[in-house]
Structures are given as C-alpha cells and as structure tokens.
C-alpha cells in the first residue's frame, strides 16, 4: 500500500512515478530549465534508488504541462512523495516523537508502531503532511555522492564520496527550488479557524503545528502570549494616559512595574514555551547533525568527526574576516546612524524655533514632521543594513546555519537597536526633556507600526494578487480557475511562483524593537503599550493571511524553544531595569528626598538598580524553565530507556553464555 499517510480526504490528484505506483505529490523538485538530461536521469535514479545502494528510495514523477503552461515555462518540475512504509521508517531516522499509549512523548520507532496512540492499522493519518514532508527534505538532504567525481553533464561541478547532492545542485545553481506543496482543503479549514472569521478567542497553534511545523507554531505562541502579556500594562496605562497626561512627575510607579512585568513575563514564557514543546514531541528530541551549509566553500580536506572529505576552512582566516572587516563595517555604520541622529536634533530645533515665533496650528503640526522624517529614515536605513549584514555574514563564510544566524542575529540586534532608541536615549539622559521624549517615542512607534503594517500585509499582498491575475489571463479554462479547482500541474506553477517565506527573523525582531519600545520608555507614554497590542491583534491576522494566501508553505522546522530570541528579550529586559531604575532617580519626586546632594542620588540609585537585576537573576533561578510535572515525565521516560538497556545488554550476555557453552 502507498501512502495512506494523509487520509483519502487530503489526497491531491496522484501522479504515477515510472514504476507504476501511485502516490500523493508532497514535495516540488525544481531544476535549472537548461539542465542536461544526463544530469536529470542521474538524480531522478539517485532519488529512486533503494536505501542500501545509497538511495533515498521515494517515488518522483515529472509534471505534466498543465492548462496554464506556456512554451517557455520551465518543464523541469518534478513531484516527490514516497510509500507510508518508507515514511514510516524515515520518521524513525529523524527521531520523531509522537504520544505513547500511556501519554507520553517518546521517539517513533517501527518496532513498536502499535504501542503509539493514534497508530491505526497501516499508519494512515498517523504523520501530518508537515511531518510527511520533513521527512522527504532530510532524505533528500541526505542523499550522498558515491563514487562520483562530477555532476553527470557537468565536468565542473565536483563531487567526493559523502557530499550532500542537493547541497551542491544548490550552490552551483542547477536545483532552483525545494518546496512542499499545500493542501487545499486542510488549509481551507485552518484559515477559516486561524483568520477568516475575527473572534475573540486564542489561535489554533496545534492546527498551525500540525500544517506548519514547531517553529512556526511556537513564533505565533509567542506573538499571542506576548499581546496577553502586554494587557495588564496597557490596562494600567490607559488611565494613566487619560487623566494624568500632563503630569509627568508622576511616572515613577509605572516605571516601577515596568521593572517586575518585563522579567515575569520571559520566564513565565520558558514555562509555557516548555510545555508546548513537550506536546508537540520537540522538548526531548535530539538535534539533528549539522550538516555544511550550501553556500560554504574551502579546501576539500578530511572531516574528522564525520569521516568524509568534505570543504575545510580556517576558522583565524574566518575570524580575521570578522573582526578586520564586519567589525569595523559594523562600528561605521553606527557613527552613520550616530550622525542621521544629530541631523534629526538639528530639524528638531529648527521646527521648534519656527512654532515659537507664530504658534499657529500648522507650525505645532511642523513640530511632529522631523519625528516623522526621522522614523521613515530609520526604517529605510535598518532595510539596507539587513541587506549588507547578510551579505557580510556570507562572505564570512560560515560552515554551519546555526553559526551564520547567530552572526546575522548579532549584527542586526545591535545596530537595530542603536539605530532605534539612541535618539530616545539622548533625549531622556543627555536633554533630560519628558516632553520631547514622550513625542519622539509616539511618533517612532506609530510611524514604524503603520510602515510595517503596510510592507509586511498590503505590499505582500498586492503582489500576489498581479502574479494570480497573470495566471488567470494565461488560462484557457477560465471557468475552473475562477472556481478555483486548478489542476495539480497548474496548481503546482502557481505555488513554485508565490513568494518564499525567509522565515521568522524579520517577525522576532519586530516583537523585539516593540519589546523595547514598551520595556525602556512607555513610563513617559503610558499609550506605547495600548498600541503594541493593537498592532499585534493586527500582526496575528496579517501573518496568518500571508502565511495562507502569499507564501509558499515552508518546510516545517523543528523547535523547542523560541532560540537565540529568547537570549535577546532577556538582555533587553536587563537593559530596562536600569533605564527605568535612571528614570525614577530623574524624577522630582525622588530627588526631592536628596535636595543637597547629587553624588548620593546617584550612589542610591546604582544601589537599587544592582539589587533589582540581583533579585532579577534569582527569579530566574527559582522559576524552573520547565513545569515540574514535565520534569517528571522527562526523567521517567530516561529511567525506563535505562532499564531497557540494562536487560538489552543482560539478553546480549545470557546468549553469548549459551553460545560459548
């Protein structure tokens, strides 16, 4: 039987692969239009191959033109799937873990398929698409050169025993694209349950990690927890807001809850992010070999922890790149945001000069245009750095992706942040000006709000909808393309054009810059936090559309935490604790307690602010990151892997006793 693995209401119209078998299409394989046909046969065997003569042993087929392929479309698409009992055993392989008969997680293996909770029968419906297509990509990734020295057609493009295929199509430019297909109907259902209808309840994060994957699930957790987290603040400063808005003495109490709510509310989220992993199998589960990146190159040299000749690099030659070149790119283009600051002061001044000579309504509007110029700039600046910092973190070239992400999230955290709120900062502690600095964060936050809003929801949006329209005029079969009911062939083009999901980065930094803007300065503008969670209500049902209607739907990742995100809330959150500790010790009120003496002010204010980041780092140390309950779990289902070792080693022995006798 072949794949049953998805149910016969899922199924899309199934091709048949050389062999004769019919299978559900799972995944795209798309190559250069120009590939040569030796190359093609050569990887279409290798990917049909059996698993002992180096193959990944699942079933492709090539597209058919569909009613909307033209002569110059490229004819080079090819749909992967596989049988339910391959799937099955390459669950095994990448260490799935799915609910026991008992409840709980443990990893999937063949052997005792039955002792697993939803396992019916043959397994039909027991892996999720998203699961099903994880385990087509890490075959394919996996899937090695023999004894090959090239690319069959391709002299140029070498090969060496053990190098990834996929990996080095992918440099080289012969494979275009690796993509999982959607499924119409489930995700009809999805959107109707996620954003289709607006409701006033939580987000199916299970149905979005049961289509999506951990990652993208645990993205759109944290988004909800954070928005509910931000309630209790915005509750707090509406009123604040409304009837003490010209008192600005009296912004102490805020700033002091402030300091206990950005420190609860991270470790309260480990908790709850450890308890959905748990559920979804990813909390226990062992992280993958990495495997090179594509893009990294070097001298063919001897891997010693793998075995393999593969690319070796020198990590001085590497660390030379950084530290001579990223380094000092990095410092130049702070002084550049440095400088844009002081221009910004300057109009600043300008505009304020002008109101005070003819104070009319059009000059107090005057006023707020250099905040305004000021915001747009910083976005047009942090666009082009994420650009240049992405091409510097390549070049610098790193072996493996968690190395060159940690890099990438490093160069663009700082100089986001510096490009963000040093202006904030300057006014609150060199100007000492609450009335500016109240403007300046209102007008950096809305104007950042509705930039975003329009470049991540209408933008995206908009493009999609030429590149359907296109399609729709390409059609002879008008009728069916209105209705919606494309053939697969066509069904796929259109899904090999839509937009590529780069992933949750660009999201996460965006909480995070809103983090700041909440967590340093909202005690001057109560509103900050009212407009987070009205931009995040937004956020949610903006990402969920584009997830459903503008992005190709990515591959699922395996998560159990939210990563190096969560290491920057957190020195976020510490950097809050002395902003706010700075800005009560400003405040009238406190410094009327030290009327003669400012040194002491001071001294009194370092004081409290290392006792509170003191009774900060406690609270994370009694706050376990785990639920007491899952620990429990966890260590269980160790003891019992233990124990079933022990008698695994005992049975080994007691034969090898009767054997020698």
Known sequence: ???????????????????????????????????????????????????????????????????????????????????????????????????????????????????????????????????????????????????????????????????????????????????????????????FSWYKKVKLSLQPLDDIRHYYGEGLALYFGFLEYFTFALVPMALIGLPYYLFDWDNYDKYVVFAAFNLVWCTVILEVWKRSSASLAYGWGTLSRKKAFEEPRPGFHGVLGFNPVTGREEPLYPNAKRQLRVYLVSLPFVLLCLYLSLYVMMIYFEMEGLALSVHDEDPTFWTGVLLFIPSIIYAVVIEVMNLIYRYAAEFLTEWENHRLESSYQNHLVLKVLVFNFFNCFASLFYIAFVMQDMVLLRQSLATLLITSQILNQFMEAFLPYWLQRRRNKKMMRRSQKRRNVEDKELPLADQVRLEADMSVYLGTFDDYLEQFLLFGYVSLFSCVYPLAAVLVVLNNVTEVYSDAFKMCRVFKRPFSEPAANIGVWQLAFEAMSVIAVVTNCALIGMSPQVKAYFPESEAQLILWTAAIEHGLLAFKFILTFIIPDVPKHIQIKLARLEFESLEALKKKKMLEATELSKAAQ
């Open 1 to 191: 039987m072949d794949l049953g693995a998805l149910g016969e209401g899922k199924m899309l119209q199934e091709p048949v692969d050389s062999h004769g078998s019919r299978f559900t299409p799972l995944v795209v394989v798309e190559l250069a239009s120009d590939t040569k046909e030796e190359a093609i046969a050569w990887l279409l065997n290798r990917i049909r191959d059996k698993q002992q003569n180096g193959g990944a042993e699942l079933l492709v087929e090539q597209l058919s033109p569909g009613a909307l392929a033209l002569e110059k479309e490229n004819p080079n698409l090819f749909l992967v799937g596989a049988s339910w009992q391959r799937l099955l055993s390459g669950a095994e392989d990448v260490g799935l873990f799915k609910e026991f008969s008992d409840g709980s997680m443990r990893g999937f293996t063949c052997t005792n398929k039955h002792n697993f909770k939803d396992f019916r029968g043959d397994g039909d419906d027991f892996l999720s698409m998203a699961e099903c297509q994880f385990i087509i990509k890490h075959e394919l990734d996996t899937l090695r050169a023999k004894d090959e020295s090239h690319v069959p057609g391709y002299t140029q493009v070498k090969l060496y025993p053990g190098k990834s295929i996929i990996r080095r199509l992918q440099s080289k430019g012969i494979l275009v694209q690796v993509f999982p297909l959607h499924e119409k109907e489930e995700l009809k259902r999805l959107s």
